[in-house]
């Protein structure tokens, strides 16, 4: 997010973010997104998360997110979905979930695509282990309900 102004409004929409954003930064962060759309499921939602564009899912909540700063823009793919690509991010300024590249020069179209794909595996496998889990849940309590009910 670049940096506020004390009678700045906070943007109500991606669009009105992106509007608000300074050049180089404004092309970088527009380039990021649309790579970033083309790999989204349909039913992903952009919104507008702490205050920073993000992508989002009805059931996982946050996917990735993106955002300017005064001297470097972000992505903010989530530490297991960059985990793979280490090497190819070496070149970046990374930390935990995030990646910081330069105001005029956006990631690499072909990496933004295989981290957003990883996260997107990652969060199918996530909801999947939880709806195991909720069904074994359900299973247990069923069963000890049954056994409760025979005493």
Known sequence: ??????????????????????????????????????????????????AIPSFRDKSAGMLVAYAAFNKHCS????????DPFEEELKKYRTSKGTIQFPLEKSLPAALVKKIVKERLRLVAL??????????????????????????
């Open 126 to 151: 996530k909801l999947k282990a939880g709806a195991s889990k909720s069904a074994n849940q359900s299973a247990n309590q069923s069963a000890n309900q049954s056994a409760k009910k025979k005493r």
């Open 1 to 50: 997010m670049m940096k506020k102004r004390l009678d700045a409004e906070e943007p109500a929409s991606v669009d009105e973010y992106l509007a608000a954003v300074p050049e180089p930064a404004r092309t970088t962060l527009q380039k990021l997104r649309a790579t970033i759309r083309t790999v989204m499921p349909p039913d992903a939602v952009e919104a507008l998360s702490y």
């Open 75 to 82: 992505f903010f793919p989530t530490p297991g979905a960059m």
